[in-house]
C-alpha cells in the first residue's frame, strides 16, 4: 500500500494571492492522502493574512498539517495566525507530532521549523557570545526535540516536516553566503537519528529541489518558487524507492511568484 503525501511551501499569501492555489488544491481528495505545507504561509505573520491561509487551505477535504516560517513570526501574531489555522482544521505542529491513519498505514508527521546554524564543516557553533551561544542553542533545542518526537511516533511510516533546511543539497542556487542562514545540519542529525521515509522543507526559494541526509533519507524542497506548481506528490510505499509523481497530472498550477 501507498501513503500519498502532498506538499508545498513558501506559498506567502496575502489578500493579493490568495485563491490562486484553490483551483488545484481542490481536486486534492483524489490524488493525495494528506498536504503538508513547509511554512511561511504568510508574508509578514499577520492575523488578516492566515485569514487569507485559512481560506486558501481550509476545508480541502483531507488532512492538512504545517509548521509555521520565519516570514510568519515576522509581526509577533503568532497565536493569532495559530489560531486562525487551526479555526479552519489545520494543525499547526511545532516540536509535536500527530499520526494519521491513511490506507496504505499510519503516517506519524513531527514538524518544527527549524532555525539556522549552518552545516558541517561550515557552521556556527556554541562558543564566544551569549548571542551566538543563544542562536546555535535555538537550532539545537529545535532539533533536539524533532528528533525525539520522530523516534516516538507510533506509526508506519515517519515524515519529518520543517521550514528551515536540514541538508546543503537542496540549497544549491543559493548564495554560499547565507546557507547558514537557511537551515542546519542539527535537523539533518535529528532526521537521520530515526526511521525516517522523507523529510520536507521549504523557504530556500531559489534552491533546489532534491537531497539526501547523511544517513540516506530523501529531503525535498517544495518551497513554491522552486516546484513552481501547486503542490508536490510523494509516494511512500512499501519500498523505499516509491517516488515523486507528475503534479501536472493532478491538477498542479505553475505560477512564477516567490
Ligand atoms: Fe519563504
Ligand atoms: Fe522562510
Not at 488544491?25 to 505545507?37: F, K, N, S, T
Not at 546554524?117 to 556556527?124: E, I, L, V, W, Y
Not at 533546511?165 to 546557507?179: C, H, K, M, Q, S
Not at 523529510?199 to 530556500?204: L, M, S
Amino acid at each position: 500500500m501507498v501513503i500519498r503525501i502532498a506538499a508545498v511551501g513558501d506559498v506567502h499569501l496575502d489578500e493579493d494571492v490568495v485563491g490562486r492555489f484553490r483551483p488545484a488544491l481542490d481536486q486534492l481528495p483524489g490524488h493525495a492522502d494528506v498536504l503538508l505545507l513547509a511554512g511561511d504561509l504568510t508574508r509578514h505573520g499577520t492575523e488578516a493574512e492566515a485569514r487569507c491561509v485559512a481560506r486558501e487551505f481550509g476545508g480541502l477535504g483531507v488532512p492538512v498539517v504545517t509548521v509555521l516560517g520565519n516570514h510568519d513570526h515576522q509581526c509577533d501574531q503568532v497565536p493569532e495566525v495559530v489560531g486562525a489555522l487551526e479555526e479552519v482544521g489545520i494543525t499547526v505542529l511545532e516540536g509535536t507530532g500527530t499520526v494519521l491513519d491513511t490506507p496504505g498505514g499510519r503516517l506519524g508527521i513531527a514538524g518544527a521549523k527549524g532555525f539556522g546554524g549552518g552545516f558541517a564543516g561550515r557552521c556556527a557553533s556554541e562558543f564566544g557570545e551569549p548571542e551566538m551561544k543563544a542562536f546555535v542553542r535555538t537550532t539545537s533545542t529545535i532539533a533536539d526535540r524533532l528528533g525525539t518526537v520522530l523516534r516516538e511516533l507510533d506509526c508506519d511510516t515517519r515524515v519529518a516536516l520543517t521550514h528551515y533546511a536540514p541538508v546543503p543539497d537542496t540549497l544549491a542556487g543559493e548564495p554560499l553566503e547565507i546557507y547558514p542562514f537557511l537551515g542546519s545540519y542539527l535537523l539533518g542529525q535529528a532526521i537521520d537519528s530515526a526511521d525516517t521515509a522523507l523529510a520536507i522543507h521549504g523557504h530556500a526559494h531559489a534552491g533546489s529541489e532534491r537531497g539526501t541526509t547523511p544517513g540516506g533519507v530523501r529531503v525535498r524542497n517544495v518551497a513554491h518558487p522552486v516546484i513552481k506548481q501547486a503542490y508536490s506528490l510523494f509516494h511512500l510505499g512499501d519500498h523505499l524507492d516509491a517516488g515523486e509523481v507528475s503534479t501536472a497530472a493532478a491538477g498542479g498550477i505553475s505560477q512564477p511568484w516567490s
